[in-house]
């Protein structure tokens, strides 16, 4: 069975790339290059996998996940700007893959325990724009 | 391994009725999709792209390059248009959902390795709504 929560962040960032021209960096990133930064309100949908408790009928009990999720995603991210204050997007750029990798990396050691498995995390940039991570996988078709 | 999942809208119009019923039977069929004059919607398409990060760029999908072909494949083509009568395969095919799906899968297979020349990210699956309580998806292995 998969149980999914969700939270949200509101944090501002700038997709460049120090090491390339602006012109490249406008190539790759677009709008998101502005070298002051912009900002969205992020989504994230955190999915874990288990089965129930069979005392509690519970996988998690959505309590601590909510606890989990606030401190590992919520208190690091929310109203920050990402580049100058939540590492590691001094050194990676924070596209919403990379922002989708350090959320299962801070997640994963946390949920994956006692019968239980990090599923995947969504995160959504915008309504328009989101990405799914399931963890390292073979690159089949 | 990461999907990336990008939304588009176009709104069209549309009539379903199929050449191969009679009038009554397309009545029955369709009701009031069969309206003669047509009616529209404000279709909503996710396209799902899969791929592994290119830790140069920390993207999976060059999202430019993927609105750049889902815009002039499916929205330029379809936005404000009558589908039956202005995008060609749906003067010989009801252009259902179902059938809407299958066309723009196909038009972005068609055109993907022009955009997207490499190995990865590949066209996982796409998914149409033609409104937000009817939703079809059509896997990008589904159709040829």
Redo the contacts between chains.
Sequence with gaps: MVITRKVEFSASHV?R?SRLSDEENQ????MAANPHGHGHNYVVEVSLEGQPDPVTGMVLDLKELKAILEREIVEPYDHRFLNYEVPPFDR???????I??DIWRRLEPRLSEGGRKLHGVRVYET????????G????S? | ????????EFAASHRLHSQALSEDENRSLYGKCNNPHGHGHNYVVEVSVRG??DT?????V???VLDALVRREVVAPFDHRNLNREVAVFGEIVPTSENLGVEICRRLKRNWAQSFPGE?P?LEKIRIGETPRNIFEVRA?EIE
């Design positions: 997709c790339d190539r790759i990133y677009g990676q750029v924070p596209t919403t893959e990379n989708a990798l309504p328009d724009l989101f990405v799914d991570y399931f390292e996988t073979t690159c078709a | 391994m990461f999907r990336v999942t990008r939304r588009y592994p990060l140069a760029t920390g993207q999976a060059a999202i430019g990865w590949k292995d």
